[in-house]
């Protein structure tokens, strides 16, 4: 069996990312009650069709996968605006920005929830995982690999 690169050289990108979050977003993610985040850093060349949520420890693990409507920039004021559908308080928000002047925001769709976790060592098994510390591109062999491991199909695509 060969080696999964999940990290895709940009000629083996598909079209999914793969964004950490700390295993505080757990249940808002599975809930499905996650439907904007902002983060520092974000795709900006072209708009990926899914986010692979990865949730860090203890869980330590990809949970979900959900349609991204949209990527955009927001400014503290935008984001201020936005707490409650951010799941953030203000002075979070505030915390987060620091000195930054714009934020990227992932605006998605439903939460599509995985049966089970896909832990980081049933990954590694696999290939090179390495949890990003903002986002990935997740290489095509690396969706189809998590893709096959959750029991989803790249078909799936279609009725989203």
């Known amino acids: ?5 999940y990290k895709a050289s940009p000629s083996a990108q598909s079209d999914s990312v793969v964004v950490s979050f ?4 757990l249940e808002p993610l599975v809930a499905g009650d996650v439907h904007s985040v902002i983060r520092r850093r974000f795709p900006k060349a072209r708009t990926p069709i899914w986010l692979y949520a990865y ?3 203890p869980v330590s693990g ?3 996968r959900s349609r991204i409507v949209a990527i955009d920039s927001l400014t503290l004021s935008d984001a201020l605006g ?6 953030l ?4 928000i505030r915390d987060y920005f620091g000195e930054y002047e714009h934020l990227g925001r992932y605006e998605l769709g439903r939460a599509e929830v995985f049966g089970h976790t896909l832990g980081v060592n049933r ?3 696999a290939g090179r995982f390495f949890p990003p510390q903002s986002f990935l591109y997740l290489s095509r062999d690396g969706e189809d690999f998590v893709n096959e491991a959750v029991g ?3 078909l799936d695509e279609a009725t989203l």
């Open 1 to 5: 069996m060969r080696s999964i690169e």
């Open 62 to 64: 990809l949970v979900c």
């Open 82 to 87: 936005q707490a409650s559908n951010l799941l």
């Open 55 to 57: 949730v860090n420890s």
């Open 89 to 92: 308080s203000s002075d979070e």
């Open 152 to 154: 989803l199909s790249n």
């Open 123 to 125: 990954l590694r098994e």
């Open 22 to 25: 700390d295993s505080k977003w």
